[in-house]
């Protein structure tokens, strides 16, 4: 396999149109808004709630994550990558009330932290992990979601479920998290992967034929800090792409993901857009996710120009499969290693090229451009800084 860069959209069954708009939603005013279709899903659900009981010291702790809360725990990581942190179990009682044990001391509850926007809750980000756990709740088992100055509990009575928040902390920064008795001891249905995986809004299935996708779609998303992503026109596919540099560290800083799903299962060409202006760095590390598995490629972006294969993938049909891309290296890197992230074009195999699917009409959905390091909230390994 020769280098290249990846970056995912989709295309129409057509093959010739962007599929979704990129706007940025970002913080809106007020709280986190569930939508009326997930209050109506989540209306259908009842989950009894437990609570952590009397606090008797540490004696009384689980002295770890349960079982199922680190499933979900993983699942949330690789599922939305906009999670940079994701907390869990804190031995200690409630905050303000002594005499009772935090959820987080029974190992059953998760806080999932989330980068703000100018000091306010980044709802693109958000939401979406919120509303997915209501929709699945009773399947998962989820009994209590706290997120930017809002609340829903599985046990309240339908059309009651979803109320404000009035603790100290507005969890405008993390989602608190809490899991059913059955859910921490991966009894109930979603243990069982009977659980759709999460589908990204406005992203359509990629064509039996394939197609390209650009930077410019809803199935792409940038992570990590907006300023160090740059936006170059008059380069690239389409004249335009994203960069931002590698350097040395043990975990990514920025990221991308593509999200992948097809219309029909069958081995697909990937093949991705590389502009020598600024595609520079060497070692750069992609992962493609494709029928259950992981392959990891390290890519030179200065060895080819214009469209150039990473090889054929056999993908299912269906959601659950991705392309990433990472900016974190081993060892030293020089100054000035751009890292590209253009368009990326699917084949099937023995098919022609797909048509190429014209202009882009929105700029790509990037990160805000000051998130909050999980440290600045009082979040640091797995000892939770809210009062739940």
């Given at each position: ?19 979704g ?22 209306d ?26 680190g ?10 990558p906009?999670t940079p942190?994701?907390?869990g ?8 009330d002594d ?41 998962i ?15 309240r ?14 969890h ?13 001891e ?40 907006a ?6 026109e ?36 990937l ?6 202006a ?13 029928s ?44 000035d ?30 990160p ?21």
């Open positions: 396999m020769v280098g290249c860069m990846v970056l995912l959209c989709t295309c129409s069954p057509e093959g010739d149109e962007r599929i708009s990129t706007s940025l939603q970002v913080a809106h005013p007020g709280p986190w808004v569930i939508p009326e279709s997930t209050l109506a899903i989540g259908t659900q009842s989950i009894a709630y437990t609570g952590g009981g009397p606090w008797v010291g540490e004696d009384g702790c689980s002295g770890a994550l349960t079982p199922g809360a499933i979900l725990r993983e699942y949330l990581y690789e599922h939305f906009q942190h994701i907390g179990y804190s031995c200690r009682s409630i905050n303000g005499t009772m044990m935090s959820v987080h001391g029974t190992g059953r509850a998760l806080d999932v932290m989330i980068p703000v926007d100018a000091d306010e809750a980044d709802n693109d980000l958000g939401d979406p992990v919120g509303n997915f756990l209501i929709e699945n709740a009773q399947a088992g989820i009994q209590y979601i706290i997120w930017d100055l809002w609340t829903w509990r599985g046990d009575d339908p059309g009651d479920k979803d109320r404000p928040y009035g603790g100290a902390h507005p405008h920064d993390h989602l608190h998290i809490e899991l059913s008795v059955a859910a921490s991966n009894t109930t249905l979603w243990f069982a992967d009977e659980v759709t995986p999460p589908e990204v809004e406005g992203c359509d299935p990629v064509p039996a034929t394939g197609g390209i996708v650009d930077d410019t779609s809803t199935c792409f998303r940038a992570f990590g800090s300023d160090y992503w740059r936006i170059e008059g380069v690239g596919y389409d004249d335009r792409l994203l960069w931002t540099n590698a350097f040395e560290a043990d975990g990514p800083s920025n990221w991308a993901r593509w999200h992948l799903s097809f219309v029909e299962a069958g081995t697909y060409e093949e991705l857009f590389l502009d020598p600024f595609a520079v760095a060497d070692g750069v590390r992609y992962e493609v996710s494709f259950g598995e992981t392959e990891t490629l390290y890519v030179d972006q200065s060895s080819a120009e214009g469209w150039h294969s990473l090889g054929f993938f056999d993908f299912d049909d269906g959601l659950d499969q991705q392309v990433d891309v990472f900016d974190d290296q081993p060892g030293p890197v020089p100054d290693q751009h890292i590209t992230v253009d368009a990326i074009r699917l084949t099937r195999d023995g098919e022609p090229p797909p048509d190429d699917p014209g202009n882009p009409l929105d700029p790509p959905k990037l805000p451009s000051d998130p909050t390091d999980p440290s600045a909230t009082g979040l640091t390994g797995d000892n939770e800084g809210c009062g739940c």
